[in-house]
T-cell receptor, first 112, second 112 residues
């Protein structure tokens, strides 16, 4: 079974631009969650989607948004990028609530 | 809110030494508890989990017991290897929610 796939692996963007990251979950998994990992703040929950609906949202500004498609693939978008958005963005998929989460390798975003 | 506290790293050990990484949590209700491991340049891998009090999770020689009375989930291994060098994260999730709350991570360095 293929694992969680995140694309691209690395990204460099300029302040003020926007960016879209993609996550393909494990086949059959309907829940996709996103996390931001930085040296200063550690791992922080962004949001979770289940069957195309956002079920849970972390404490991030509205510049951070996401969506999930009918095939469970998910995208997250960050608009008006700031230097502080530089981070490793991790996607995790699971079958549903209270089930094991499997993480992708992440997308390393650098904002210059 | 829910939170996880881990011991500061790095933890430096010689091969075959005994490992303990402390983890305590604060949560309402009865969360599930996890240990994840992150190797350089990689995403997170689930190491072990426990879903109720007194459960012991184990995998690859690592163990942790869910102690509700002390709100702890300490990670142990009897004999570490160089290949165990990584960052270890303790995490909890609320029942019914697919959202993980992570500790700050503990870097383990094992020398030959």
């Amino acid at each position: 079974k293929a694992g969680v796939t995140q694309t691209p692996r690395y990204l460099i963007k300029t302040r003020g631009q926007q960016v879209t990251l993609s996550c393909s979950p494990i086949s059959g998994h309907r829940s996709v969650s996103w996390y931001q990992q930085t040296p200063g703040q550690g791992l922080q929950f962004l949001f979770e989607y289940f069957s195309e609906t956002q079920r849970n949202k972390g404490n991030f500004p509205g510049r951070f948004s996401g969506r999930q498609f009918s095939n469970s693939r998910s995208e997250m978008n960050v608009s008006t990028l700031e230097l502080g958005d530089s981070a490793l963005y991790l996607c995790a998929s699971s079958e549903g609530s209270n089930t094991e989460a499997f993480f992708g390798q992440g997308t390393r975003l650098t904002v210059v | 809110g829910n939170s996880v506290t881990q011991m500061e790293g790095p933890v430096t050990l010689s091969e075959e030494a005994f490992l303990t990484i402390n983890c305590t949590y604060t949560a309402t209700g009865y969360p599930s508890l996890f240990w994840y491991v992150q190797y350089p340049g990689e995403g997170l891998q689930l190491l072990l989990k426990a879903t109720k009090a007194d459960d012991k999770g184990s995998n690859k020689g690592f163990e942790a017991t869910y102690r509700k009375e002390t709100t702890s989930f300490h990670l142990e291994k009897g004999s570490v290897q160089v290949s165990d060098s990584a960052v270890y994260f303790c995490a909890l999730s609320d029942p019914g929610f697919q959202k993980l709350v992570f500790g700050t991570g503990t870097r383990l360095l094992v020398s030959p």
